[in-house]
């Protein structure tokens, strides 16, 4: 199906939508949804074409593993419908959406989106002179290009700065892979749950594509 053109006709997603219970369900269905960010009166949105599911506290790979909470997990430990923005390597800014209920540290991480509004200003942002797959493949240049940083961690999915939202485009099951996820070799076993969604063949899809 085909989504539509027209902002004004998207619809953010709402509570029920992100207090479902099954994150790995939730993981795949972010695909085709539009990710929306609107600071200084600047809107910018991209398709999300690829994510990765983090099981709480029974998965190795997750910040909250075996209930570790800390300053900067305690925010996934809060209701669904909320950022979880983290700093890695002191460079990149990685945008989580949290799900589940409170005090069930579910969340997805956005890993790849192909941009729709906003160009311009995603160029700028990441001090680009061209709008080639490299703009929002990855997770950190999806926040870069988005204008995501951790001072945006436990910000609401249901306010007017960043949401997510839906246009009816769905992507038929043959176009969507599930595999391992990317960079979490510490996570033993759990490294190999196949918790990666990714849109075949996108350009945007970072990583391995199938």
């Known amino acids: 199906m085909q989504g539509s ?51 709480g506290v029974v998965d190795k790979a997750s910040h909250a593993y075996n209930n570790r909470r800390t300053a900067r997990t305690e925010v996934m430990f809060g209701e669904g419908g909320t950022a979880y923005v983290y700093l890695i390597y002191g460079i990149h ?34 001090h680009k002179h061209k709008a080639d797959n490299t703009l929002t493949k990855g997770p950190g240049n999806v926040s870069k290009a988005l204008g995501i940083t951790t001072q945006y961690t436990g910000f609401s999915l249901l306010e007017n700065k960043i949401w997510i939202a839906d246009d009816k485009k769905r992507y038929p099951a043959s176009a969507i892979a599930a595999t391992p996820r990317i960079g979490v070799d510490y996570a033993a076993e759990d490294a190999l749950l196949p918790y990666r969604f990714i849109v075949k063949g996108n350009p945007f899809v970072s990583g391995r594509k199938a």
């Open 93 to 126: 800014h990685l945008f989580n959406v949290v799900t589940n209920a409170a005090g069930t540290p579910h969340a997805v991480l956005i890993r790849g989106a192909e941009p729709l509004i906003g160009i311009e200003q995603m160029l700028l942002r990441t």
């Open 5 to 55: 053109g027209n902002f004004a006709e998207w619809q953010k997603l709402t509570t029920s939508f992100y207090r479902q219970k099954d994150v790995v369900k939730l993981a795949k269905q972010l695909l085709g949804k539009i990710l929306v960010t609107h600071f200084d009166g600047i809107t910018t949105a991209a398709r999300i074409v690829e994510t990765e599911a983090y099981n």
